[in-house]
Nanobody, 124 residues
Framework: QVQLVETGGGLVQAGGSLRLSCAAS????????MGWFRQAPGREREYVAY????????YYADSAKGRFTISRDNAKNTVYLQMDSLKPEDTAVYYC?????????????????WGQGTQVTVSS
């Protein structure tokens, strides 16, 4: 089992920044690729960013490219999502997720472990 806890959400004005953190406990964190997803009211959960087990490969949804940065610190069992130039359409609950694999996966159902989510609200 891997337990994931997200923190760092909040209310920010458009153009602002937030840094989300996801702390992992349980099995060896470095065995898992990590993803960030988000879900807005009335919408399906969508992929935001992915980082492989070592942190040397990252991928982003088009909506996140150039504005968001995913990173991880395996010594701290933590993955981060730095979000800059935030827009009102970024408003959602943000989730981190873990999967045991070495291939980029953007489908939520392919991730095994999930955090409880953290709310991000961007005002216009």
């Amino acid at each position: 089992q891997v337990q994931l806890v997200e923190t760092g959400g909040g209310l920010v004005q458009a153009g602002g920044s937030l840094r989300l953190s996801c702390a992992a406990s349980g099995r060896t964190f470095s065995n898992y690729a990590m993803g960030w997803f988000r879900q807005a009211p009335g919408r399906e959960r969508e992929y935001v960013a992915y980082i492989n087990w070592s942190g040397d490969s990252t991928y982003y949804a088009d909506s996140a490219k150039g504005r968001f940065t995913i990173s991880r610190d395996n010594a701290k069992n933590t993955v981060y999502l730095q979000m800059d130039s935030l827009k009102p359409e970024d408003t959602a609950v943000y989730y981190c997720a873990a999967r045991n694999g070495r291939v980029l996966v953007t489908i939520p159902s392919h991730y095994t472990y999930w955090g409880q989510g953290t709310q991000v609200t961007v005002s216009s």
